[in-house]
């Protein structure tokens, strides 16, 4: 069995041995150099990465629209012409399907046709300041418009 002494002696031997050792520590940190987060080193490695991602980014997309994965536009022959808020939660839109306009009124969990328009509004006369983004967007992105 282990006596008093002995026992003694083994505390102030983890006791010391624990001092020492952080003594240790304290000289090796001491010793490290600061690096500074805002260093030229630093930011010049942020805006890689992040040119990086974008090009990850710009090359996905560009795969995506290559292989036809994606279509940009809507191909079908179904075309949202316009519409208008008439309430918090009603609209009222207009649709193109194929030769014919629709007038339909959309609400949370019903959509109605409202009314079959007899002579077609003409879409391809709207003035370029009363187009959406998207479509300055899809033009500009082709080469069109200049």
């Given at each position: 069995m282990l006596n008093h002494k002995k026992l003694s002696c083994i505390a102030m031997m983890f006791?010391?041995?624990?001092?020492?050792?952080?003594s240790d520590i304290d000289k090796t940190s001491?010793?490290?150099?600061v690096i500074d987060p805002l260093s030229g080193t630093n930011i010049a490695q942020m805006v890689a990465g992040l040119?990086?991602?974008l090009l990850i980014v710009v090359l996905v997309?560009?795969?995506?629209?290559r292989v036809g994965g994606v279509t940009m536009s809507g191909g079908s022959g179904l075309n949202v012409i316009g519409g208008m808020s008439m309430g918090a939660r009603e609209r009222v839109v207009l649709m193109q399907v194929g030769?014919?306009?629709i007038l339909i009124g959309v609400s949370p969990g019903r959509i109605q046709k409202l009314h079959v328009l007899e002579t077609p509004i003409d879409?391809?006369?709207k003035s370029k300041s009363n187009m959406s983004f998207?479509?300055?967007l899809t033009e500009v992105?082709?080469?069109?418009?200049?």
């Open positions: 006791t010391y041995s624990t001092t020492l050792f952080a001491s010793m490290a150099p040119v990086f991602v997309a560009w795969l995506l629209r030769e014919e306009q879409v391809q006369t998207s479509n300055k992105l082709q080469g069109k418009l200049k």
